[in-house]
């Protein structure tokens, strides 16, 4: 089955961590890229990261607080979230290089 499941969000207080998950199947296990975007309500697809042939990419109110890994023999992408703000609530989703995309998991950072 072609698929990407993301998992891991939830509800965290500014300044906590979350670890995301993106579980996809092998059809997508050729891609040399695969990207997090988030949505938060009411806009539309924002890029996160990129992790491309082992290179990481980060859009710059990320840097320094998240970190994109990929395990390719277990068919997971990652994305390890640091130093949460208000500003990062969204649902989080994982792309394939090749423009498929997850349901997406829900990120809430809220005191």
């Known amino acids: 089955q072609v698929q990407l499941v993301e998992s891991g969000g939830g509800l965290v207080q500014p300044g906590g961590s979350l670890r995301l998950s993106c579980a996809y199947s092998?059809?997508?296990?050729?891609?040399?890229?695969m990207h997090w975007y988030r949505q938060a309500p009411g806009e539309g697809p924002e890029w996160v990261s990129t992790i491309k042939d082992g290179i990481t990419y980060y859009t710059d109110s990320v840097k320094g607080r998240f970190t994109i890994s990929r395990d390719n023999a277990k068919n997971m992408m990652y994305l390890q979230m640091n130093s949460l703000k208000l500003e990062d609530t969204a649902v989080y989703l994982c792309r394939s290089g090749s423009g498929f995309w997850g349901r997406g998991t829900q990120v809430t950072v809220s005191s």
């Open positions: 092998e059809f997508y296990a050729s891609d040399s890229a």
